[in-house]
């Protein structure tokens, strides 16, 4: 199957031509069809696997073989992070290149002005975060009612950031006639609800088994001390000469403290969290991506919407607290159908996370030592009674400046 069999407007099979696009991802042949024949859909399918033209090629044709004279915005994509919200314009941008098809994008963290400059110019796609929506639409830059599409992209992840809230803010202005199609990499019981309450009969599209990591992608666990990680990680870089390698913590701290620690072991690395400026973090990926630095330290904020091709390397300095953050810190390789490589530094404490991973993904994760870097017997619990999984839950989260209960319940920023 190729492109042309879903009798696209020719303007859009003239840009897959010029990214050399020639035959569908399983989720594009799925997907496209039933957009096209304006039907609500909820895909659920691996990060890597082309969700984004999935959707955004559907639209725009139905845009282009629909025009209107007016400048009402008519397709509204709504994403969690500004990463994502990039990547998703980006690719929008693209396949529209060859058309007058316009779109635009708002986020958090940057002037409101720009955005408001280029909704006031025209636009027929918007995509944005919720809460930088939220806020154009009280200043009465943004109009919703006009619209004929409605997108969810990464939606689990915009319930476990805490934007439910806003979401059912933006829903009371949308129009009940509409098309709604929901992507995510995972689906859970409150994904469902959410999916129940916003489309209308839709059809379901699983690409893959619920919960799993991408095939192509090498998973090993290394045993070492948690004081020996930033060594181990710097030898695995400088004597294997890899070039490009994403760096995952836990908190913004732990990222910034472990970048400058691996300059200092000659290892040129960057950060990228949160509390990092919007220039600075795009400053930090467009280093990264081009090769200026070598390695790029991030925390969870970067585990969705960072497109880096042809990414070879992952690396766990910590594991996440929730087991789902796995399969989305690991699929930032092995995309597109390339292999890829994650490797994930185990210390005494952090078993329980390994654990909630493999019940996640129904699988087990052999452990191996690499050599040089052996754990050290007198630092093992070896004599002692183990913590319970709660104690060590709660010891790590108060590090961490949690209350107790579900790191999902953490307060998150307007983005």
């Known amino acids: 199957m190729s492109f042309t069999s879903f009798n696209l407007h020719s303007a859009l099979l003239q840009a897959l031509s010029d990214k050399g696009y020639q035959q569908p991802t399983p989720v594009q042949r799925q997907a496209i069809p039933l957009i096209l024949q304006q039907q609500d859909v ?3 399918a691996q990060t890597g696997t082309g969700k984004t033209a999935a959707f955004a090629l559907p639209i725009l044709d139905r845009l282009l073989n629909s025009p209107v004279q007016s400048t009402e915005l008519r397709a509204l994509v709504l994403t969690p992070t500004r990463e994502l919200a990039q990547q998703v314009q980006q690719s929008f941008v693209a396949y529209a290149r060859h058309s007058s098809v316009k779109s635009a994008i708002a986020y958090g963290g940057v002037s409101l002005n720009p955005q408001i400059e280029a909704l006031k110019a025209g636009a027929d796609i918007l995509v944005a975060t919720p809460g930088r929506l939220l806020d154009l639409m009280e200043k009465g830059v943004v109009q919703l009612d006009k619209l004929a599409f409605l997108v969810l992209d990464e939606a689990d992840r915009m319930l476990d950031m805490g934007f439910i809230n806003d979401i059912n803010r933006i829903m009371r202005k949308v129009p009940a006639q509409r098309q709604t199609l929901l992507f995510s990499a995972t689906f859970d019981n409150n994904l469902l609800a959410l999916s129940n309450k916003l489309l209308n009969d ?35 870089i400088g004597s294997k000469n890899w070039q490009q390698v994403l760096i995952f913590t836990r908190t913004k701290i732990a990222a910034d403290a472990l970048a400058k620690e691996m300059c200092k072991d000659g290892v040129k690395t960057q950060s990228i969290h949160g509390d990092k400026s919007q220039g600075a973090r795009e ?47 690991i699929g930032r390789t092995g995309r597109a159908g390339s292999s890829g490589t994650a490797i994930s530094l185990l210390s005494v404490g952090e078993e329980w996370l390994l654990e909630e991973i493999e019940t996640l993904l129904n699988t087990r994760l052999p452990q ?22 709660a104690a060590l839950k709660n010891r790590m989260k108060k590090q961490l400046g949690l209350k107790n209960g579900s790191a999902k319940s953490k307060q998150r920023k307007r983005r």
Do not use: C
């Open 42 to 44: 909820m895909a659920r």
């Open 283 to 329: 400053k930090a990926l467009a280093d990264f991506k081009s090769g200026k630095v070598r390695a790029l330290t991030a925390t969870d904020v970067a585990a969705r919407g960072l497109d880096i091709s042809e990414l070879k390397y992952v690396i766990n300095y910590e594991l996440p607290y929730i087991a789902e953050d796995y399969i989305h810190r």
């Open 368 to 389: 191996q030592w690499l050599a040089g870097y052996e754990p050290d017997a007198s630092k093992t619990t070896k004599g002692k009674r183990p913590d319970s999984k």
């Open 202 to 236: 839709p059809k379901r599209i699983e690409i893959d088994a619920q919960n799993t990591a991408a095939s192509q992608v090498e998973q090993i666990i290394y045993n070492v001390d948690a004081d020996r990680k930033r060594e181990l990680i710097s030898y695995l």
